[in-house]
């Protein structure tokens, strides 16, 4: 790379005045982002070079706990952050970037500008062309290769190290203005020299004479004390070559630009520098912050060189070389017109064409009915927070179009009462059952908004869909997660501390905020632990039955009128415990078959051993539906069951045995061993509670199944109980005998399971 790599000196000037202002704008009005890493240093640069200094806008502290510096550079409104003293690096530098973008949704540039190790190359003789102190190396492609490449990331194999990480190419648009940059240099229309002038009166940023510039041979190793300023080192052993001055007097300050290399620790060691120089397409600049930033924006790097990331480390040049970093950065944001960055993706929110994911046509059921309540919950929730999560038993009716009938015109009815209220609102559905499916939706919505790369096959749609999603020229969008029931693809053990890279393995950290663009987000999941994890402090939303009126409404909208019967409806509503698939299901069974009645459907639920199976296995076809997704009431309730058998066995135990009973007051004493709560089985408990497969009396001392679900669960996974008969003697004393795989059991209301 170093024979692609550009130099050029800078000349030119036009004056400028700094003005310090108090005013104060909205965070989405800022455009550009500038990162630095040490407070007396690269902090203070920026300070300095900022036309204003604005009173910074209010943002939420309770998520966000940066303080930044807010102000502008010529056309643009720039918000600098600094990582913490002392905690500089890829990781720190990834906390504090991670909430900046969700605070300042509409930052296009993200500049990370501050100091680095040079590489010199080595047995060039022209100092123009070569690295000294205090010069600048951006981070650029060449032909095919990155600008910044992570040398400690990668895999080792038996014939060595292979590295594998790297950093997202700049954007285009800062590739231009770099070219016009050099241009402008060339024809001396550049502000370098009053930038410089204007660091220069903080006595911090004063010049350096050129003999402070050391360079020793790579093999010779400091000597003396580490803060000696090498008075004991010999300088025969120094590099001889011609001094910048002397090639040019007004070439004291060069920028060059080629690969920059990012690790997680300062080097100073010149082998092993120039060993990673090779590796990494012989890298200029050797740093610690690029990928840390990477993880949740593009961004160019800028470094002014402190060192030669030897053992002859000192900080002589560390405040000019942070100065010269800073005017570098101030000079291209100059160069840059921030009309042309208010819009990068060249449409405004107001212009584009609302866009749907949701499977099929987006219609409403001419036919739904009830769920009133849960539309005006989801409305008040959304004054306090931008998510709501509905939980409720598969079938219920929740809102998502992966079941039909009632769920296909809940999720209808909550889009269109959605863009009633904002016209121009997006609307994006995630399957969420899995990573695939997640990660499928997420590649759909990111071809949808056009988003650079998406087509890359290491394109990282989790990072780049939130944060596109966040961004203020968004405008409003609705996204609904449907089914998202595992919560160890969404969340970490309890002990597991994360990373900023390791947060995208869990989907929750991998969904837009939306504060700043009037976004929303609907979970829906059979597993409340997921949904009270998604919401937090704010209440889940239950999804219970319809009401007996709203459920004959429904059935009788959908069973042809030659096959009403009023008084079988009620009877069948009954048995289908008021469930909206279960109805719509058996509608469609009537409708579908010539010769069967209301009465029929009646009769082989009844028909429980021989029936019960094929009936409530019946698939509805649509059109609407996302493939691949069930449709039937058993395959529905079977997601359930295989869930929580990769969760807690003991719940499936619980369940199986649970099934053979009376669904009603299931004593707790029947369903565990001894008095006393094990600590398993208050797990499994909660498990089934959880998923809304029992309910508990409020003192958790009785449970009772719907009666349906009960029927379906006799065909669970795990079948381990069957009743041979019950004797009752008064309401709180009964007595069942089972058969499982190793005999016969009495179950005692009084104590328990014990041997027959």
Same mark, same amino acid.
């Given at each position: 790379?170093?024979?692609?790599?550009?130099?050029?000196?800078?000349?030119?000037?036009?004056?400028?005045k700094i003005v310090r202002g108090h005013?104060?704008?909205?965070?989405?009005?800022?455009?550009?982002?500038?990162?630095?890493?040490?407070? !007396?240093?690269? +902090?203070?640069? $920026?300070?300095?070079? &900022?036309?204003?200094? #604005?009173?910074?806008? /209010?943002? =939420?502290?309770?998520?966000?706990?940066?303080?930044?510096?807010?102000?502008?550079?010529?056309?643009?409104?720039?918000?600098?952050?600094?990582?913490?003293?002392?905690?500089?690096?890829?990781?720190?530098?990834?906390?504090?970037?991670?909430?900046?973008?969700?605070?300042?949704?509409?930052?296009?540039?993200?500049?990370?500008?501050?100091?680095?190790?040079?590489?010199?190359?080595?047995?060039?003789?022209?100092?123009?062309?070569?690295?000294?102190?205090?010069?600048?190396?951006?981070?650029?492609?060449?032909?095919?290769?990155?600008?910044?490449?992570?040398?400690?990331?990668?895999?080792?194999?038996?014939?060595?190290?292979?590295?594998?990480?790297?950093?997202?190419?700049? !954007?285009?648009? +800062?590739?231009? $203005?770099?070219?016009? &940059?050099?241009?402008? #240099?060339?024809?001396? /229309?550049? =502000?370098?020299?009053?930038?410089?002038?204007?660091?220069?009166?903080?006595?911090?940023?004063?010049?350096?004479?050129?003999?402070?510039?050391?360079?020793?041979?790579?093999?010779?190793?400091?000597?003396?004390?580490?803060?000696?300023?090498?008075?004991q080192c010999i300088l025969t052993n120094?590099?001889?070559?011609?001094?910048?001055?002397?090639?040019?007097?007004?070439?004291?300050?060069?920028?060059?630009?080629?690969?920059?290399?990012?690790?997680?620790?300062?080097?100073?060691?010149?082998?092993?520098?120039?060993?990673?120089?090779?590796?990494?397409?012989?890298?200029?600049?050797?740093?610690?912050?690029?990928?840390?930033?990477?993880?949740?924006?593009?961004?160019?790097?800028?470094?002014? +060189?402190?060192?030669?990331?030897?053992?002859?480390?000192?900080?002589?040049?560390?405040?000019?070389?942070?100065?010269?970093?800073?005017?570098?950065?101030?000079?291209?944001?100059?160069?840059?017109?921030?009309?042309?960055?208010?819009?990068?993706?060249?449409?405004?929110?107001?212009?584009?064409?609302?866009?749907?994911?949701?499977?099929?046509?987006?219609?409403?059921?001419?036919?739904?009915?009830?769920?009133?309540?849960?539309?005006?919950?989801?409305?008040?929730?959304?004054?306090?927070?931008?998510?709501?999560?509905?939980?409720?038993?598969?079938?219920?009716?929740?809102?998502?179009?992966?079941?039909?009938?009632?769920?296909?015109?809940?999720?209808?009815?909550?889009?269109?009462k959605y863009r009633g209220n904002s016209?121009?609102?997006?609307?994006?559905?995630?399957?969420?059952?899995?990573?695939?499916?997640?990660?499928?939706?997420?590649?759909?919505?990111?071809?949808?908004?056009?988003?650079?790369?998406?087509?890359?096959?290491?394109?990282?749609?989790?990072?780049?869909?939130?944060?596109?999603?966040?961004?203020?020229?968004?405008?409003?969008?609705?996204?609904?997660?449907?089914?998202?029931?595992?919560?160890?693809?969404?969340?970490?053990?309890?002990?597991?501390?994360?990373?900023?890279?390791?947060?995208?393995?869990?989907?929750?950290?991998?969904?837009?905020?939306?504060?700043?663009?009037?976004?929303?987000?609907?979970?829906?999941?059979?597993?409340?632990?997921?949904?009270?994890?998604?919401?937090?402090?704010?209440?889940?939303?239950?999804?219970?039955?319809?009401?007996?009126?709203?459920?004959?409404?429904?059935?009788?909208?959908?069973?042809?009128?030659?096959?009403?019967?009023?008084?079988?409806?009620?009877?069948?509503?009954?048995?289908?415990?008021?469930?909206?698939?279960?109805?719509?299901?058996?509608?469609?069974?009537?409708?579908?078959?010539?010769?069967?009645?209301?009465?029929?459907?009646?009769?082989?639920?009844?028909?429980?051993?021989?029936?019960?199976?094929?009936?409530?296995?019946?698939?509805?076809?649509?059109?609407?539906?996302?493939?691949?997704?069930?449709?039937?009431?058993?395959?529905?309730?079977?997601?359930?069951?295989?869930?929580?058998?990769?969760?807690?066995?003991?719940?499936?135990?619980?369940?199986?045995?649970?099934?053979?009973?009376?669904?009603?007051?299931?004593?707790?004493?029947?369903?565990?061993?001894?008095?006393?709560?094990?600590?398993?089985?208050?797990?499994?408990?909660?498990?089934?509670?959880?998923?809304?497969?029992?309910?508990?009396?409020?003192?958790?001392?009785?449970?009772?199944?719907?009666?349906?679900?009960?029927?379906?669960?006799?065909?669970?996974?795990?079948?381990?109980?069957?009743?041979?008969?019950?004797?009752?003697?008064?309401?709180?004393?009964?007595?069942?005998?089972?058969?499982?795989?190793?005999?016969?059991?009495?179950?005692?209301?009084?104590?328990?399971?014990?041997?027959?």
């Amino acid at each position: 790379m170093a024979e692609s790599s550009t130099s050029s000196s800078i000349g030119g000037a036009s004056p400028f005045k700094i003005v310090r202002g108090h005013a104060t704008f909205k965070c989405a009005d800022y455009n550009v982002a500038w990162i630095c890493a040490l407070r !007396d240093t690269e +902090l203070l640069a $920026a300070r300095i070079l &900022l036309d204003e200094e #604005h009173n910074t806008p /209010q943002y =939420d502290t309770k998520y966000d706990q940066n303080t930044y510096i807010c102000g502008k550079v010529g056309e643009h409104k720039v918000v600098v952050a600094c990582m913490p003293s002392g905690r500089s690096g890829n990781v720190s530098a990834g906390h504090l970037t991670g909430p900046l973008f969700h605070t300042f949704p509409n930052i296009k540039i993200t500049l990370l500008v501050g100091i680095g190790g040079g590489v010199p190359r080595q047995g060039h003789q022209d100092p123009l062309e070569d690295i000294y102190l205090g010069d600048v190396v951006i981070g650029w492609p060449g032909d095919g290769t990155p600008a910044v490449i992570q040398y400690d990331s990668g895999r080792w194999k038996v014939d060595g190290f292979e590295q594998r990480g790297s950093v997202d190419q700049p !954007d285009y648009h +800062l590739t231009q $203005a770099l070219d016009i &940059l050099i241009s402008n #240099h060339e024809v001396g /229309q550049t =502000d370098f020299p009053k930038s410089i002038a204007l660091l220069q009166k903080n006595p911090k940023f004063a010049s350096r004479k050129p003999d402070e510039d050391r360079l020793f041979q790579p093999a010779y190793r400091h000597e003396g004390d580490y803060y000696s300023g090498c008075r004991q080192c010999i300088l025969t052993n120094l590099v001889h070559r011609p001094g910048r001055a002397e090639a040019r007097p007004d070439g004291l300050f060069r920028f060059h630009h080629g690969t920059i290399a990012s690790g997680g620790a300062v080097i100073q060691d010149a082998k092993l520098r120039d060993r990673l120089s090779r590796e990494c397409n012989n890298a200029r600049c050797l740093e610690m912050e690029a990928v840390g930033v990477n993880l949740n924006s593009r961004c160019l790097v800028i470094r002014g +060189l402190a060192t030669y990331a030897d053992s002859h480390k000192n900080d002589v040049w560390k405040c000019v070389a942070a100065g010269n970093a800073a005017a570098f950065a101030k000079e291209l944001l100059l160069t840059m017109k921030a009309a042309g960055f208010r819009d990068l993706d060249g449409i405004n929110a107001d212009q584009r064409t609302p866009i749907s994911t949701l499977p099929g046509t987006l219609t409403v059921d001419p036919h739904f009915v009830g769920r009133d309540n849960v539309f005006t919950t989801m409305q008040e929730q959304f004054t306090n927070s931008n998510r709501a999560a509905l939980v409720g038993l598969g079938g219920i009716g929740i809102v998502l179009p992966t079941d039909r009938g009632q769920q296909d015109g809940n999720s209808s009815a909550v889009c269109y009462k959605y863009r009633g209220n904002s016209p121009g609102c997006h609307i994006f559905w995630v399957y969420g059952s899995s990573r695939q499916s997640f990660d499928d939706a997420y590649r759909r919505i990111a071809k949808e908004f056009e988003i650079p790369g998406n087509d890359d096959p290491m394109f990282e749609h989790r990072k780049a869909v939130p944060r596109e999603l966040d961004r203020h020229h968004t405008g409003p969008w609705l996204m609904i997660v449907d089914n998202a029931d595992d919560y160890n693809i969404y969340f970490p053990p309890a002990n597991g501390a994360l990373d900023e890279s390791e947060q995208s393995e869990y989907l929750a950290y991998c969904l837009p905020n939306g504060s700043e663009n009037g976004g929303r987000l609907i979970i829906t999941t059979r597993n409340a632990r997921v949904g009270e994890a998604f919401m937090g402090d704010f209440p889940i939303i239950e999804i219970l039955r319809l009401a007996p009126t709203d459920a004959r409404n429904l059935l009788q909208s959908k069973v042809p009128k030659e096959k009403w019967d009023h008084d079988r409806a009620d009877t069948l509503l009954y048995e289908l415990d008021y469930l909206p698939l279960a109805i719509t299901q058996a509608a469609a069974f009537v409708k579908r078959n010539r010769l069967a009645t209301l009465k029929d459907y009646i009769g082989k639920l009844c028909q429980f051993h021989l029936n019960v199976k094929d009936v409530l296995s019946y698939e509805l076809h649509d059109p609407r539906r996302q493939p691949g997704t069930p449709s039937a009431v058993f395959c529905t309730w079977k997601i359930s069951y295989l869930q929580i058998q990769l969760e807690n066995s003991r719940a499936v135990d619980m369940l199986s045995l649970m099934a053979v009973l009376d669904n009603q007051a299931i004593p707790r004493m029947l369903l565990v061993n001894g008095d006393v709560l094990e600590i398993s089985e208050m797990d499994a408990l909660q498990v089934l509670l959880d998923f809304s497969l029992i309910r508990d009396d409020g003192q958790c001392e009785f449970f009772s199944m719907y009666p349906l679900q009960q029927l379906v669960s006799n065909f669970g996974p795990s079948k381990k109980y069957a009743c041979v008969g019950t004797t009752s003697v008064n309401r709180d004393l009964c007595f069942c005998h089972l058969r499982t795989g190793s005999g016969l059991m009495v179950l005692d209301s009084r104590v328990g399971k014990k041997p027959a």
